[in-house]
């Protein structure tokens, strides 16, 4: 089955680690033990690890699709939208204003809530 690929008419970057993402910013963070990623409003954020690391925003209304995957420990939405994240070892909806704590490898997040 092939994996559907999430692209915009706008710019699609080819983030370190190998990740599409549309209408997405990767930003490094210098975190401290069990930091909270930080999210704009109108953005689904992703952030490596607990202590902080790198964050991939992804723009309201945007997917992201990440070949092979990247370990997340906390995400948040601070969109409108609901999300449906595919990941190991389960998929689950991200409602808005929701934030998330677990180490999991996320595949691809796309706005809805029908996983």
Known sequence: MKT???LSAGAVALLAGG???AGAVVAGT???AQAKVT???GFVCFQETPSGGRVVRIAEGQGAYFPGGTSVSEAV???RLGYCVTSSPYDYSL???QRVARSHIVFRVAPG???
Do not use: H, K, L, Y
């Open 4 to 6: 559907p690929r999430i």
């Open 19 to 21: 990740a599409v993402v």
């Open 30 to 32: 210098a975190g401290i």
């Open 39 to 41: 999210c704009p409003t």
């Open 77 to 79: 939405n601070n969109t």
């Open 95 to 97: 409602r808005p204003g």
């Open 113 to 115: 809530t029908d996983c």
